[in-house]
């Protein structure tokens, strides 16, 4: 009696599971076309823009670089330092290029372009860069540091730098540096 209990119980399991199946509607071809995956990767152009702009800032070109900047770019640092606005980020950068850093170089770069559909738990949707990259920086006064930065961009409807994020190590930047009298 046992045993045709238990084989009644997984009968009726397994023709209630199929018919449930059955009573599903099928997603068809052109409903899963229309579905969009939250993140895709993006044009290559976004990694050419990051990669000259680098190109750029290592030759001391400040007017290059600062072209790939949307007038109302917002540059942030790990550390919760900002520079906000086309002006604040070409003063600063000008001035570090200028009277602090003597040369700049940039190695091992990796490019990661994206297009954010959905912005869940980022400030914003829509393209993306992100970079790592080795940077060797030697400063006026004799120093040098070496390490690994990472970067996001995101880019406005103009295919301008809107906002950047940079994630740095200031110890070695501060031990490069020469020390003020």
């Known amino acids: 009696m046992k045993k045709l209990f238990l084989f009644v119980l997984c009968a009726s399991l397994f023709f209630g599971c199929k018919k449930e199946a059955a009573m599903k509607p099928a997603t068809s071809t052109a409903d899963t076309a229309k579905a969009v995956a939250p993140v895709v990767f993006a044009d290559a152009k976004y990694s050419e823009i990051g990669k000259k702009s680098l190109v750029a800032l290592s030759k001391g070109d400040m007017d290059a670089w600062m072209s790939n900047y949307a ?23 000008r001035d570090r290029r200028a009277n602090v850093i003597e040369t700049i170089t940039f ?10 559909n959905e912005k869940g738990n980022i400030p914003l949707d829509g393209y993306w860069l992100l970079s790592w990259y080795q940077v060797t920086a030697k400063y ?20 301008k730098i809107d906002q950047v994020y940079q994630y740095i190590d200031r110890v070695p930047i501060m031990a490069a540096m020469p020390k003020k009298k």
């Open 107 to 116: 190695t091992k770069d990796i490019w990661l372009p994206l297009k954010v």
């Open 71 to 93: 007038d109302n770019a917002k540059f942030y640092w790990n550390s919760g330092d900002s520079l906000v606005g086309k002006p604040a980020i070409d003063k600063y950068w």
């Open 140 to 159: 006026k006064g004799g120093g040098s540091m070496t390490q690994w930065i990472h970067n996001t961009f995101h880019f406005n409807d103009n295919d």
